[in-house]
């Protein structure tokens, strides 16, 4: 069974769109981490939520920790070819080192 | 610059010839992943080190075995590759509880 869904799998947006990937889990998440991966390439740190309702932002790209931890959600604000990949949340699923990755959601931007 | 390095980018064995991955890294992290991607999907938990402590994925095959000699090198040992082993190969480095830090990945292909 998978730990974490994504939704959706894909999107294809217009360059200056707005956009919301979420992360769900069943399970209480210790930490709950966003990553981006271009094709054949290995992935970026983009963000890591600890606390329930905590709520991180980087240039145009905002990701939250609902306050039961078990949902994140990553908002890009107008979005731009650059943000064009492959999205993958990742969490601790239990205490230690454990780490799972979602199902993924990949971006298309149009110009 | 501090960071995760993967050798080789590519490799290309054959079909039941033992092949070896490696990963080192100059972050001085104690934990190390070892992740395998196939198309398409997100990158699975093969197994990891936390220091010295080898903790193997219950679904990883014994086909896959790792050493890690010291902090800074771990390698991934492929004892009989199959067809179904061509995959993408991450390794990722942590401090304990904290955002992961990927290498580029190695591309194996299995003829």
């Known amino acids: 069974s998978q730990e974490l869904e994504q939704s959706p799998q894909s999107l294809i947006v217009q360059e200056g769109k707005n956009l919301t990937i979420n992360c769900t889990s069943s399970k209480t998440l210790y930490g709950l981490y966003w990553y981006k991966q271009k094709y054949g390439e290995g992935l970026i740190f983009l963000m890591m939520?600890?606390?329930?309702?905590e709520e991180k932002s980087h240039e145009k790209i905002t990701a939250k920790l609902d306050e039961k931890k078990q949902q994140s959600s990553l908002h890009i604000t107008a979005s731009q070819p650059s943000h064009a990949g492959i999205y993958l949340c990742g969490a601790d699923m239990r205490r230690g080192n454990q780490f799972y990755f979602g199902t993924g959601t990949s971006l298309t931007v149009i110009p | 610059d501090a960071m995760v390095i993967q050798n080789p980018r590519y490799q290309v064995t054959q079909f039941g010839k033992p092949v070896t991955l490696s990963c080192s890294q100059t972050l001085n992290h104690n934990v190390m992943y070892w992740y395998q991607q196939k198309s398409s999907q997100a990158p699975k938990l093969l197994f990891h080190y936390y220091d010295k402590d080898f903790n193997n994925e219950a679904d990883t095959p014994d086909n896959f075995q790792s050493r890690r000699p010291n902090t800074s090198f771990c390698f991934l040992d492929i004892r009989s590759p199959g067809l179904g082993d061509a995959a993408m190969y991450l390794c990722a480095t942590s401090r304990k509880g904290y955002e992961q830090y990927f290498g580029p990945g190695t591309r194996l292909t299995v003829t």
């Open positions: 939520l600890q606390k329930g309702g």
